[in-house]
């Protein structure tokens, strides 16, 4: 093997002061440029040595190679790669421990790196790459989901835009794409779906066949604590991230890295050097953010120390490029690695330079100091020169102790003005207590059967109250009992439906109020049963959480149990379920199933009797019910509301406490007309609105006429729509607009069929008539709709 290594690193920034540092470390190595270097690569390190030569300036670089005998060349920024700084040493015989031109297109080229993925079947968001603005404009228009608009060429790390609504997307396409923020980086998108989850980063070695991944970091990009302010190059990073089990890191290397290298390498563009992927943790699985073809920054500051004092740095590069990685043990020391950088006063705004920085003697071994934004005056005092200008490093055998260290070590840096995050990890230990050497239980994975067996004991007294005829709702056996011959059914036929709650229940999460979504959960299940023609006898509900906090799940079930006394059905039983890793923090999702019997040759729609003519009677809705909040949530957000303030359409309340108003139950206002057989057909006023939902109970050669003149529609839906600036066929086919029911019945039952509603507490309006639809025709026509907003 190679001894006397002379090695050039390229770059400026904190992540070559680390590779400089650590390959000076290897018997093997001789001496280090590094070119331009910083304050801390030029004084300090042994065998190191600044050059100044601008990282662009192939030409120079490469003739200051040949007269220095280089040996090695480790290119640290992605700029010099993506130029193709390789192919230029390359042709003079220096090896380089870098990608070649077109392999750095993975990460200069975001357009590509995606069509990549898709060719090679690697898991990333959905996406589509765009040239015209409008196309790109477009494309956002007609997606339901939040986006991420990337610009397609490198942007110094700053061309990734995450916009929080649609009108925000339009704006960050106009400013990448036509106000030319990032120049010609900005020339292509990428608009692809924002993925939510954990982030981890991976650092792999690879020399186009073999792969070895570093132990997995977490980066904290935005500027201060709790993850808040605009994004920088990146604050802080801890690693191994424990999020990061075993088997997510082997789902990783199976799904991702492997077939990423494999992918490389078939389509005629190897991979040597440092793959960095930026992954997220979703529920659906770990799914590429992006492809970087270096060493990140402050990554490699965590990881590099982190490898075992036998492993070779200079060794593994040598490796790569002669492509025999797999002749090299690779070995970490089992501790944890956490990085603190300190920025300039004001950074990532304007920020000042040339302010001297004092760095105290430090008191461990296992804490390093890595500049970045510094450098050497002609005096050798040492001086601010960027927006990150230095960090702190530290290692230790918990990740809490490394933590402590790093933050000692940045106490020691004295810069005026100088900010630092005070939060880094903080992640880690969200959710995590100590840990100790013990048996591991069912509780200690994040399941509490004790909590469980509380919540039954909480929720027993309200779930009993719904017995009726035919169930006595205990709780405790494998199923629920229902007697029909006990409740009078004589020749049922048995009617079944089951629902959910839908992002209502995030609103419920935000504002605390949990008992009105489960009267929703049990609404929209006995709605759809009670169309019919079925009269609803039981109900089941399904609570799947995180983790189970009692006093929330109480709540809920409680609310459902109301919603059973409101239809009038036994609540017989349900399943909580406690899933840690598939929930995430508060979060909390329900289901529900109705079992319901109508007698053989009543159910409802009665469509052979229906006939043109015939009128439509709606009940009116108590407000947006359950449907369409993902809608509303995003209005509510776009007008810059919050949950807890006053409802701009109402304002004897708050926004949380007008949308969170339950589903209105009709079940039992509507049973004495069904049972009279004086109703033809019914329709739940759900996803879909009026123009979906009521052509759902009619025969194909009928439609609905409806007139929006003939009911009070609510203050809220005018809000909602004109805050959203919501096109009207749009509204129609999401929000029920203050109907919640429409009843098909004959003109000369409508009188009879209106008395006994408003007997039963019901709003009634004749809302429209029954009409003959040629084939094609829409089934639903609602009509002086146009000015409601």
Same mark, same amino acid.
């Given at each position: ?72 060349? *480790?290119?640290?920024? @992605? ?27 993975? @990460? ?17 968001? @959905? ?18 989901? %939040? ?143 992006? $492809? %970087? ?53 004001? $950074? ?7 302010? /001297? ?57 004295? &810069? ?39 919540? *039954? ?17 205990? &709780? ?33 999460? &935000?504002?605390?109020?949990? %008992? ?12 759809? &049963? ?135 139950? $009709? ?24 123009? /979906? ?55 000369? %039952? ?11 507490? @019901? ?27």
């Amino acid at each position: 093997m190679t001894a006397h290594l002379q090695i050039l690193v390229v770059g400026n920034g904190a992540r070559e002061h680390a590779l400089a540092w650590k390959l000076a470390q290897s018997p093997l190595v001789d001496h280090i440029w590094v070119a331009p270097g910083n304050g801390g690569t030029a004084r300090g390190l042994n065998k190191v040595e600044n050059v100044s030569i601008d990282s662009a300036d192939f030409s120079s670089l490469v003739n200051f190679a040949v007269e220095k005998s280089v040996d090695l060349v *480790v290119p640290g920024p @992605e700029q010099p790669l993506v130029d193709g700084i390789e192919t230029q040493f390359r042709k003079i015989g220096i090896p380089c421990f870098g990608p070649s031109e077109s392999a750095a297109r993975m @990460e200069g080229s975001k357009t590509f790196s995606k069509d990549f993925m898709k060719k090679h079947n690697i898991p990333t968001a @959905e996406y589509e790459n765009f040239t015209s603005y409008e196309k790109a404009k477009a494309y956002v228009e007609s997606v339901d989901h %939040n986006v991420v608009i990337k610009a397609s060429g490198l942007a110094a790390g700053k061309g990734v835009l995450i916009p929080t609504s649609k009108e925000e997307a339009y704006g960050a396409l106009k400013e990448i794409m036509e106000d030319k923020a990032f120049g010609d980086a900005g020339d292509e998108v990428v608009v692809e779906e924002f993925l939510e989850g954990d982030e981890l980063s991976i650092l792999a070695f690879s020399d186009g066949y073999t792969v070895v991944d570093l132990p997995p970091a977490q980066d904290h990009k935005r500027i201060f604590d709790g993850d808040n302010g605009p994004n920088t190059g990146g604050m802080g990073t801890y690693a191994p991230a424990p999020v990061a089990t075993p088997a997510i890191i082997d789902e990783i290397r199976r799904t991702i890295i492997k077939p990423t290298i494999d992918g490389m390498r078939k389509d005629g563009y190897p991979f040597v050097g440092l793959l960095f992927t930026g992954i997220m943790l979703t529920t659906s699985g770990p799914k590429v953010l992006e $492809y %970087n073809v270096r060493f990140g920054d402050p990554e490699t500051q965590s990881v590099l120390p982190l490898l075992s004092k036998d492993t070779d740095l200079a060794e593994i590069f040598l490796a790569c490029v002669e492509h025999r990685l797999d002749a090299i043990t690779v070995k970490t020391t089992g501790q944890f690695g956490v990085t603190v950088v300190g920025s300039a006063g004001g $950074y990532p705004g304007k920020y000042s330079k040339n302010d /001297e920085i004092i760095i105290d003697p430090l008191e461990s071994d296992d804490t390093f100091i890595f500049h970045a934004g510094s450098s050497l005056t002609s005096e050798g005092k040492l001086v601010s020169s960027g927006g990150r200008v230095i960090s702190a490093s530290a290692v230790a055998d918990t990740l809490e102790e490394a933590v402590k260290k790093a933050y000692v070590g940045i106490s020691k840096i004295h &810069l005026k003005d100088m900010h630092y995050r005070k939060d880094i990890a903080y992640r880690a230990f969200r959710d995590r207590k100590p840990k100790e050497e013990e048996v591991i239980t069912y509780a200690k994975s994040g399941v509490n059967i004790e909590n469980g067996n509380t919540l *039954v004991e909480r929720i027993k007294p309200s779930v009993k109250a719904t017995a009726r005829p035919g169930a006595d709702a205990e &709780l405790g056996g494998f199923g629920g009992l229902f007697d029909l011959k006990a409740a009078g059914f004589k020749d049922p036929l048995i009617v079944a439906a089951t629902d959910g709650i839908g992002t209502k229940v995030k609103i419920a999460q &935000l504002s605390g109020i949990h %008992n009105t979504v489960g009267i929703d959960l049990v609404a929209m299940n006995v709605n759809d &049963l009670v169309v019919q023609g079925s009269e609803p006898l039981m109900f089941l509900d399904y609570y799947a959480c995180s983790k189970l906090d009692v006093d929330v799940a109480a709540d809920f079930v409680n609310g459902v149990a109301e919603g059973c006394l409101r239809a009038g059905c036994a609540l017989v039983g349900g399943e909580t379920a406690e899933m840690p890793g598939i929930y995430h923090g508060d979060d909390y999702d329900a289901g529900g199933t109705a079992i319901g019997a109508v007698e053989r040759g009543y159910t409802l729609p009665d469509l052979d009797a229906m006939m043109a003519g015939d009128v439509l009677l709606g009940l009116a809705s108590d407000g947006v019910h359950s449907n369409g909040f993902s809608l509303i949530r995003k209005i509510v957000e776009h007008a810059g509301l919050a949950y807890d303030q006053e409802a701009p359409w109402d304002r004897s309340t708050t926004v949380q406490n007008s949308l969170l108003i339950p589903t209105r139950i $009709y079940v039992k206002t509507l049973l004495p007309a069904i049972r009279e057989h004086l109703i033809l057909g019914l329709a739940h006023i759900t996803g879909g609105g009026l123009i /979906e939902n009521i052509p759902r109970m009619l025969p194909k050669h009928l439609g609905a006429s409806i007139d929006a003149t003939t009911w009070d529609i609510l203050p809220v839906f005018k809000w909602l729509g004109k805050a959203g600036n919501v096109p009207k066929s749009d509204i129609l086919k999401t929000l029920n607009m203050g109907i919640g029911m429409v009843l098909t019945v004959k003109p000369e %039952n409508v009188k009879k069929v209106a008395k006994l509603l408003a007997e039963g507490g @019901e709003k009634v309006y004749v809302i429209g008539n029954l009409v003959k639809v040629a084939s094609g025709e829409p089934q639903c026509v609602v009509k002086n709709f146009e000015g409601l907003y």
